[in-house]
């Protein structure tokens, strides 16, 4: 990667998302860290998914930064932002149909190969491509057993022939962590990651989540399954009505009274 | 650097060129010219099918860089004294150079938008076509040189195979594109291009790439398109030739490359059939009636068959 990774990864400073009148995120601010699980929580409408369309560069915010390391990233795509190290999954996973799961994972990779961006300047990888040059043949053969060797890590070895367009949804979601895991983020947003999935793969989902903090990954992960939440995440943000109302430890965070108050108000309302 | 011999692709092409090259020598003169109309639209629609099957995009006006290929070729050769062999590579290159220029503006849209701009993109090159004296205004150009090889000057069998073998040439360079991380990644953008992003692919710079690459195609398809007639004007290269192109990519089936090829024969023998009916059935009817049944036969198969002729056949074949 060429980011220097610091203690200190992503910084979110005084990010703010302004919807015609509806602040979605108001003046928030906080970090991510190597090799830790920042959990994001918060009641529906508190402003997560719009704090990860700012992060990964989905929307620019109306006021405030977001960067990784020395380099600043609000202002950029979002495909240089994931060159940059900082990728992310979907509340509705992004399949990418008509390729087969090995496949799917490999375009991660080849992304991965060029330095984080696809294509590489200038045409040369067309035209290499085109030619079907023994050189690329043999780089894209390694892909796919690259792929191959991923899946079996992350449990799908059995999946690599599938068409995506087959998949079940808790397969869609897995297939996705592992396409994002492919690229080697520094930073990994996930977006609900364990919302429709059952038991068996909520565990799969998370035994994936704690290998990439184990492999140094700073993993922000928005969930409304409390409970998962707070097992898995070192530390948690709590969000209420686009404003950041608590950070800290899991325990410290679901003993706030702020916290309980946000929550609980919510289900009276 | 070695090149792989063939793909699937191109060993399929050059059996087909093979039987191209022995059927001229028996077809009466009238076959031998659809067959090199159809070879020189499957090569358009070939590189068309990247742009719309694999990258998901519409191009509506493909029909101008044929146009393009067709005027650059026609110009070095007749006042510059350029051969036509070379004329097609500066044929392709200004068509290519033009859709890079264009594809800053048209390609930030998306979906409907992109092809409503290459459909206007289309019909202003063709005005350009029709103003501009230097190429011969609405009167078009005349006396194009045909392609030589030594002191053989082509005949039109020579067309037939020419422009078969460059359908081949086209086909097999498909072929290793599709099936390379190059493809993949076309097909990755056109299912889920926020998701690709979201990887670090660059969905712009590779639909620019593709649709440059899909204006080389047409833009040598145009250079031998203005030698074979000798005699190109802007009415060769209208709205409705752009319109033909994409029906022949849907009718053949837009993520197929033989689709592109099948579909290039349907149209052109649909073509022919409808000339020689619709004046029977319909006296009265004029010029381009047959565009109205052209239409309604697409109609029928986007209805019957979504994923086109060849999409059907191999799900025929897997089932």
Redesign the interface.
């Known amino acids: 990667m060429t980011v220097a990774v610091s203690a200190t990864t992503l910084e979110v400073r005084g990010v703010s998302m302004r919807f015609g009148g509806v602040l979605a995120v108001d003046d928030v601010t906080f970090a991510a860290r190597t090799g830790e699980v920042l959990g994001v929580m918060g009641p529906n409408g508190a402003g997560k998914t719009t704090l990860f369309n700012v992060i ?1 560069g ?1 929307q620019r915010p109306t006021a405030g930064a977001v960067s990784l390391g020395p380099v600043p990233l609000t202002g950029h ?4 932002i ?2 940059l190290g900082v ?4 509340q509705t996973p ?6 087969t799961v090995r ?2 994972i ?3 990779l ?4 060029f330095g ?4 590489p ?1 200038p ?1 040369r ?2 035209l290499v ?9 043999r ?2 053969a390694v ?1 796919n057993e690259r792929a191959d060797a991923l899946l079996a890590s992350a449990g799908l070895a059995h999946m690599g022939d599938r068409a ?1 367009e087959s998949l079940a949804f808790g397969e869609e979601r897995l297939l ?1 962590l592992a ?2 895991l ?2 080697e983020p520094v930073v990994l947003l996930l977006d609900e990651p364990l919302s429709g999935l059952n038991p068996e793969e909520v565990e799969d989902v998370l035994t994936l989540v704690r290998a990439a903090r184990t492999a140094g990954v700073a993993v922000l992960l928005v969930e409304h399954a409390v409970g998962e939440l707070l097992s898995v995440a070192d530390r948690v943000v709590v969000l209420d009505h686009g404003r950041k109302i608590a950070e800290g430890t899991p325990s410290a965070v679901a003993a706030d009274p702020l916290v309980i108050d946000a929550y609980i108000g919510d289900e009276l309302e | 650097m070695s090149f792989a011999p063939a793909n699937a692709h191109g060993r399929v092409a050059l059996v087909v060129l093979a039987v191209v090259a022995a059927a001229v020598w028996f077809l009466p003169a009238y076959y031998t010219g659809l067959l090199t109309l159809i070879g020189i639209y499957s090569l358009v629609t070939i590189g068309l099918n990247l742009f719309m099957g694999y990258a998901g995009q519409v191009s509506l006006g493909q029909a101008a860089f044929v146009g393009i290929g067709a005027y650059t070729s026609a110009v070095l050769a007749v006042d510059l004294h350029v051969t036509p062999w070379l004329g097609a590579v500066g044929g392709a290159a200004v068509a290519a150079l033009v859709a890079y220029v264009l594809s800053f503006v048209a390609l930030r849209l998306r979906e409907n938008l992109l092809a409503l701009a290459t459909l206007a993109l289309g019909i202003v090159i063709n005005v350009v076509f029709n103003e501009w004296e230097f190429i011969g205004g609405s009167s078009g150009f005349k006396d194009i040189p045909g392609f030589t090889l030594g002191a053989f000057t082509f005949d039109p069998r020579a067309y037939a195979i020419l422009s078969w073998a460059l359908v081949a040439a086209g086909i097999w360079f498909a072929g290793n594109l599709v099936r390379s991380s190059f493809g993949r990644t076309l097909i990755a953008i056109s299912a889920g291009e926020l998701g690709a992003q979201a990887l670090g692919v660059d969905p712009e710079k590779l639909k620019r790439q593709t649709f440059v690459l899909s204006a080389v195609y047409a833009g040598v398809a145009g250079a031998v398109y203005a030698s074979y007639q000798s005699y190109i004007d802007p009415s060769s290269f209208s709205f409705l030739l752009s319109v033909n192109f994409v029906l022949m990519s849907v009718i053949g089936g837009l993520r197929s490359l033989w689709g592109a090829v099948i579909g290039a024969a349907i149209v052109v023998a649909l073509g022919q059939v409808l000339q020689a009916l619709v004046p029977l059935v319909l006296p009265s009817a004029r010029g381009d009636f047959q565009q109205f049944f052209l239409g309604a036969v697409l109609i029928a198969i986007l209805i019957l068959l979504p994923r086109g002729l060849a999409g059907r056949l191999s799900e025929a074949r897997r089932a």
């Open positions: 990964s989905v795509s979002v495909d240089r994931a060159s990728t992310r999954t979907f992004v399949m990418f149909w008509g390729l496949e799917s490999a375009v991660a080849a992304a991965r190969e984080g961006s696809y294509p300047p045409a990888a067309l491509a085109g030619l079907g040059t023994q050189g690329r043949r780089a894209d892909l995506t996705e396409r994002a492919a690229v």
